[in-house]
């Protein structure tokens, strides 16, 4: 995305970044598109620019109220398995959903924008809860800020996951590529990148370091040193996960883009032209999971979109046991690929500091109750006994 910045552009964003007072923030920020040449290079650094000045601006705003003593933000505190938000235009059955497998009861009207904040419910799988999220409804210019769209993308930035749904009897291609554009503009992606870079500025002295977890492909690691340089970096961890490239480093200095794993719902399968719409959704999204459902037959709904989520978000659930005694009856929740320390970490940091070993048994114990380390990878529904 960046591209031949002058150098005084640079330094100009290295001042931004070290500002603490959003109002400083902003001014610098002014300053720094004023020195940025517009070119189709840098139409979307310039405009994800304006964006954030516009949401600085808002903080401004909300803190003033805020100390006035009105509230008004979209927040929601996360609870169950994982907080999934339920994104899409308006009137494609999203309270309707939320009514039929949650125990939340919005109100479902055949006009455009009846859900106006946003509403959470439980959607029970199996021994598990997820939290649905139902954002009021994206327009398009959502990512500059119009009809609350700041709110809801950020909604969306702080999620574990997305569903993104559609009218299946009203164009649907078109309703996705509202809403996929809009997350692309405010850099959620919903596809897994090939890379990941993270640049963590630290405040000592002590250089610029790597953690590899994948490598560099257009460039060596004294390029990026000397990148960091020209934006007066000399002092941070740089993270590179995947395939990463140069532009990725520079792109991440002006914040990273984050993946949110997403699942695509096509309501409405009760109308006419819903297949033909199905078929054509399916054409476009490629890779996406596509459910077609119906809000007016919903039987078997719970189960289907709890299972597709499980699946999407890589969970797993491990049940810890004391000595003699029976498996806890609630799971813990964890990710794909989590380790006996990262059960450990989640209980208490004291049990990992004390930790002994753990007993294992379920899916992966060689055989029952083996006494495993605390590199130990976990697997869906694993019971853990662990001694301090
Ligand atoms: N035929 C049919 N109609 C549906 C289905 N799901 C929802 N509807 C209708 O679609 C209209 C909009 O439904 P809502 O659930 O309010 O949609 P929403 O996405 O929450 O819309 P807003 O909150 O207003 O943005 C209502 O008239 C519903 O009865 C479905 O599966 N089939
Ligand atoms: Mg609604």
Redesign the pocket.
């Known amino acids: 995305m960046v591209t031949n910045l002058p150098m005084r552009a640079k330094l100009k964003w290295a001042e931004v970044v070290a500002a603490r007072d959003p109002r400083e923030k902003i001014r610098l920020m002014q300053e720094f598109l004023a020195l940025c040449p517009k070119h189709k290079g840098t139409e979307k650094l310039r405009a994800q620019v304006k964006r954030r000045i516009s949401q600085l601006r808002e903080e401004v705003e909300r803190a003033k109220k805020r100390r006035r003593g009105s509230r008004r933000g979209f927040f929601l505190e996360k609870s169950g398995a994982a907080q999934v938000i339920l994104l899409?235009p308006?009137?494609?059955?999203?309270?309707?959903?939320l009514r039929v497998v949650t125990n939340a009861k919005?109100t479902?009207?055949?006009?455009?924008?009846?859900?106006r904040r946003p509403i959470p419910g439980m959607l029970p799988y199996q021994d598990i809860q997820f939290q649905l999220v139902?954002a009021?409804?994206l327009v398009p210019g959502a990512a500059e800020g119009k009809g609350d769209g700041y709110q809801v993308l950020t909604l969306a930035r702080n999620a574990d996951g997305l569903i993104i749904?559609v009218d299946l009897s009203r164009d649907p291609v078109e309703q996705y590529r509202l809403v996929s554009s809009e997350l692309e503009k405010a850099r959620i992606l919903i596809r897994r990148p090939r890379g990941e870079v993270e640049v963590l500025r630290r405040r000592t002295g002590s250089g610029i370091q790597f953690i590899w977890e994948g490598t560099l492909r257009d460039c060596t690691a004294r390029q990026v040193v000397d990148l960091l340089r020209e934006y007066r970096i000399t002092s941070a961890l740089v993270r590179v996960r995947g395939e990463v490239t140069l532009e990725m480093v520079e792109d991440a200095l002006y914040g990273s883009p984050l993946y949110r794993p997403t699942l695509v719902l096509g309501?409405?399968?009760?109308?006419p032209g819903a297949e033909e719409g199905l078929r054509r959704l399916r054409e476009t999204v490629q890779d996406l999971e596509v459910i077609p459902?119906?809000?007016?037959e919903p039987k078997g709904l719970e189960g289907l979109l709890g299972e597709a989520l499980f699946r999407l978000l890589g969970i797993i659930r491990v049940y810890t046991k004391e000595v003699g005694e029976a498996p806890s009856k609630v799971p813990l929740v964890l990710r794909e690929g989590a380790t006996v320390e990262d059960l450990a970490k989640m209980i208490h940091s004291d049990f990992l500091k004390n930790f002994k070993y753990a007993r294992l048994w379920g899916p992966s114990a060689k055989f029952p109750g083996e006494r495993v380390g605390l590199n130990r990878p976990l697997k869906d529904g694993d019971i853990v006994e662990l001694h301090a």
Do not use: Q
């Not at 308006?90 to 959903?97: F, Y």
């Not at 309501?267 to 109308?271: A, F």
């Not at 459902?293 to 007016?296: D, L, M, N, Q, R």
């Open positions: 899409g308006t009137n494609v059955g999203r309270s309707s959903l919005p479902v009207g055949e006009h455009p924008h009846t859900t139902e009021p409804a749904m309501n409405k399968m009760d109308l459902i119906s809000c007016k």
